[in-house]
């Protein structure tokens, strides 16, 4: 699967900070063009998890999107999404696989250069750097990592084993993320960028969504 450019995370927590309900937010984004959708809930319990996770998939796919839920693969498999992105310290991507299957898109968050080695030899579709830029949406623990660390990856993937996706996987830089930074990550080889807090930032995601893919396709 070749991964859209842009990745829009819809947090629970920034989405109802900022007076939106994640399907609304959702819905507002694919009307804005986006084609990758990932869910993130760190504070609810699972069943409500499960259950904006399904209302977020019906939207998604009405709209020709693909939905990738964070962290959790059981509750991928129960929505039936497309996907999970998992952290350091969640199930490995291959556990993960186990979970959602082996045509799931799976990506994992990295930091560190050896995070980046080691996530090269799991059965990934992506790896996360970041942050790339200082962000205060998530404490990832790590201090920003830079624009370097977004070519390390995109060389260590170039050169990764072909039984495990070799050069076909991508690079998604998440962190920090502004519409002026967007195009700078993507000229340094990511496939993709991941947005969080500021697609809120007009409180008009549906506009700044396009104004996203519209940065990126330069």
């Given amino acids: 699967m070749r991964l859209p450019r842009l990745n829009v995370i819809l947090d629970t927590n920034v989405a109802a900070r900022a007076g939106w309900t994640l399907p609304d937010l959702a819905e507002a984004c694919v009307s804005?063009?986006?084609r990758w959708l990932q869910i993130r809930a760190?504070?609810?319990?699972?069943?409500?998890?499960?259950?904006?996770?399904t209302r977020v998939l019906a939207i998604?796919?009405?709209?020709?999107?693909?939905?990738?839920v964070n962290d959790r693969a059981d509750i991928?498999?129960?929505?039936?999404a497309d996907g999970v992105h998992v952290g350091q310290d969640d199930l490995s991507p291959a556990a993960a696989r186990t979970v959602v299957g082996t045509d799931a898109v799976v990506g994992i968050s990295t930091h560190t250069e050896a995070q980046i080695d080691a996530a090269i030899a799991e059965p990934v579709s992506y790896i996360a750097v970041g942050p790339v830029f200082g962000t205060a949406t998530k404490d990832t623990g790590y201090a920003a990592v830079g624009i370097?660390?977004?070519?390390?990856?995109?060389?260590?993937?170039?050169h990764?084993?072909?039984?495990?996706?070799?050069?076909?996987?991508g690079v998604v830089a998440i962190g920090g993320m502004t519409l002026d930074r967007a195009a700078e990550v993507v000229m340094a080889g990511a496939t993709a960028?991941?947005?969080?807090?500021?697609?809120?930032?007009?409180?008009?995601?549906?506009?700044?969504?396009?104004?996203?893919?519209?940065?990126?396709?330069?």
């Fill in 148 to 158: 370097d660390r977004v070519r390390y990856a995109v060389a260590a993937i170039g």
């Fill in 32 to 34: 804005g063009g986006a």
């Fill in 76 to 80: 991928a498999r129960l929505a039936g």
């Fill in 193 to 218: 960028v991941a947005v969080i807090t500021d697609l809120l930032a007009t409180d008009d995601p549906e506009s700044r969504v396009r104004a996203y893919l519209r940065q990126l396709a330069k």
């Fill in 160 to 169: 990764g084993p072909e039984e495990n996706g070799g050069r076909s996987r």
């Fill in 42 to 53: 760190k504070t609810i319990s699972g069943g409500a998890f499960l259950d904006v996770a």
């Fill in 60 to 68: 998604a796919h009405a709209s020709g999107a693909i939905l990738v």
